[in-house]
């Protein structure tokens, strides 16, 4: 009843390509700012921070850069665990080398670093398309973490191999190191959140999003009509690893404060990541916000239940998780293929057509 | 009228054609041992409604991809506007301003009408992509003039109601229709239809054929067209060259490729005794 474009009309054009044209949906993404930005610092404490808000926005970067080079420019990649090393390692070269330099300027760098590795890894995308190029970022992936591993002067020769974050401010409040709040760690990283999700959506709603979603669907279509495969590949490679990059670097750098590359950006990580869109949804970008959120909460909440609530014993409790999640993974993508964003969509057609459905 | 004209002429509905606006001059295309088009020659010129015709195999298509840049002629040139044309990629072509559609449709499915036709528009864009990140100021303007010009081609070929649905869901005469959208949208000197009425109905071959000769009056967009119903070609068209085999058998206008005898050979079989 109340959530319908019956009489909202749209005089201008560019009022008709806002993010959400449905007065309804805007109020409640205003909602959600709100309560994100000013009520959750407040309650928030180390418990919340750790477990569940930090890695699932954190990972909500990844996904949405993730997404951008496989959803919507439709080139698979599996190097998304090398590329976050990529980020954490240059933000932590940075941030020895340079530390009198904001953090927040670092990992924008970091960033930047990212992407470039990002394009030269996406270079092989202009002749072979996907497994073949899946099997190619894969390459990316064991190359990336054997030479953080390998060379010395990534690690400032450690003796352990191991980069650890200094303790860095932003307006004098600890960001990063062992002396952090809980709710200044929390703005950090939802501030860098909320820039990469405008910027993702402001790019995939104009010209650059429609070359990326042209080569995804028919790049023979695409290049008769003007793009260029090369350039709009590697723009989304360039884009996509950017937002990897900074994801990265807010992984080590401000979670978890000291990083063994093999451990954390491991093939592993590469994986958890694409399930996160493959299940949030290809090609959106509430569905890499979705995604990420199912597959960071999940393991928490049956670990509450399962250890917390029925009181099982942890080892065993740990095991069952994985299995239920695997099992959950393969139901939910025989029942939705399109992931909770298509979920997402179709409760609003409903919700548009409610109570009256005819 | 004869084929060897660099001038202009009048139509017999009295339609004014300019000058040759492309130029395929002894145009070769091997595959391997095969021999796809073998020596051809041909102009289209400013305004005309050209037709390639000829049974299935003669060359056409491949003719158009070669048009288009997809094939590369191992012998012959193509000129373009008076100049030699180097040999480039597609997307370089598309934005010396021709455009295409394709025989088999070849639509971005996952995304709707409007940002199908919206592709279209591409060359036309400026902005870089961290004007686009910021969105507000350029992009945005940008995208709203484009968008306009967009909104004129939609009414044009009446397809206002299903601007924002996936063109995945759209029946297949309103994908054809949609195609042609998207290639009138980058506003071509050049339109290559490779058989825009393949598959229709006779209401919807009456609308395309409405639309095509719309195109040309209202915009005076050059068109070259491949198609295979005869009448629609006869027509529609105001010159006609006829293949067969790769080989040009025919050239001219209806009447004058309607009495060729090589031609009725082709279509219709000779006698072999």
């Known amino acids: ?358 | 009228m004869s084929d060897q004209m660099t001038e202009g002429y009048i139509t017999e509905d009295g339609r004014k054609i300019g000058g040759t606006l492309m130029e395929m001059k002894n145009i070769t295309l091997r595959f391997g041992g095969v021999k796809a088009i073998t020596d051809i020659s041909f102009d289209i010129k400013e305004g005309e409604i050209r037709a390639i015709i000829g049974p299935n195999g003669a060359g056409k298509s491949s003719m158009l991809n070669v048009i288009s840049g997809f094939y590369v002629p191992q012998e012959g040139e193509v000129w373009y506007k008076g100049a030699k044309r180097p040999q480039m990629k597609p997307y370089q072509v598309a934005q010396q301003g021709i455009a295409r559609t394709f025989q088999n449709i070849a639509l971005f499915e996952g995304m709707s009408v409007l940002d199908n036709v919206m592709t279209g528009r591409l060359n036309h864009m400026k902005t870089n992509m961290f004007q686009q990140a910021i969105w507000k100021g350029k992009a945005e303007k940008e995208e709203v003039e484009n968008r306009e010009v967009v909104e004129k081609i939609i009414d044009f070929l009446e397809i206002q109601s299903i601007r924002k649905t996936p063109v995945g869901r759209l029946p297949y005469g309103l994908k054809k229709r949609v195609e042609l959208a998207r290639a009138l949208a980058v506003e071509p000197h050049l339109l290559l239809l490779d058989e825009p009425m393949a598959g229709m109905n006779v209401e919807e071959k009456e609308d395309m054929s409405r639309f095509i000769l719309d195109v040309n009056d209202e915009f005076g967009t050059t068109i070259a067209l491949i198609e295979h119903d005869m009448g629609v070609v006869m027509d529609l068209s105001d010159r006609v060259v006829v293949m067969d085999y790769g080989k040009k058998i025919g050239d001219g206008t209806p009447d004058e490729v309607r009495n060729n005898q090589d031609v009725i050979d082709a279509y219709l079989g000779v006698s072999h005794d």
Request: net charge positive; aromatic share 16%; charged share 10%.
């Open chain 1, 1 to 358: 009843m109340f959530y319908r474009e019956a009489g909202d009309f749209k005089t201008t054009y560019a009022d008709d390509n806002q993010t959400f044209p449905i007065k309804f949906d805007r109020y409640r993404y205003y909602a959600v700012l709100f309560f994100a930005f000013l009520i959750v610092p407040f309650v928030i404490n180390d418990y919340w921070v750790n477990a569940v808000f930090m890695p699932f926005l954190i990972y909500s970067i990844a996904a949405i850069g993730l997404n951008i080079l496989v959803g919507y420019c439709g080139q698979v990649s599996l190097g998304t665990g090398g590329f976050m090393a990529v980020g954490a390692y240059a933000v932590y070269k940075l941030m020895t080398a340079f530390p009198e330099v904001s953090i927040f300027i670092h990992i924008l760098l970091a960033g930047g670093v990212t992407s470039l590795v990002g394009v030269a890894f996406g270079l092989p995308s202009l002749r072979i398309k996907g497994f073949y190029l899946a099997v190619a970022t894969l390459a990316a992936q064991f190359f990336l973490v054997w030479l953080f591993n390998k060379v010395p002067w990534f690690y400032n020769y450690s003796a352990s191999g191991q980069i650890s974050a200094p303790e860095r401010t932003v307006f004098g409040i600890a960001v990063t190191g062992p002396n952090t709040a809980a709710w200044a760690t929390y703005l950090f990283c939802l501030i860098f959140v909320t820039i990469c999700a405008l910027i993702a959506r402001n790019l995939t709603r104009g010209t650059t999003g429609r070359k990326w979603m042209a080569i995804r669907d028919m790049d023979i279509a695409a290049e008769i009509i003007g793009v260029d495969p090369l350039k709009s590949k590697l723009s989304a490679f360039a884009v996509s690893s950017f937002f990897i990059g900074v994801s990265g670097a807010l992984f080590f750098s401000v979670y978890l404060g000291a990083v063994e590359v093999g451990e954390v950006f491991g093939i592993n990580k590469s994986f958890l990541v694409l399930f996160m869109i493959i299940i949030g949804g290809l090609g959106s970008i509430f569905g890499s916000f979705a995604g990420a959120a199912f597959l960071v909460l999940l393991p928490v909440l049956l670990k509450n239940v399962l250890v917390g609530m029925l009181g099982w014993p942890t080892d065993l409790a740990a095991h069952l998780e994985f299995m239920i999640v695997g099992a959950l993974i393969i139901i939910f993508l025989i029942a939705e293929p399109h992931g909770l964003a298509q979920l997402w969509r179709v409760a609003k057609e409903k919700l548009r057509l409610w109570p009256f459905p005819h």
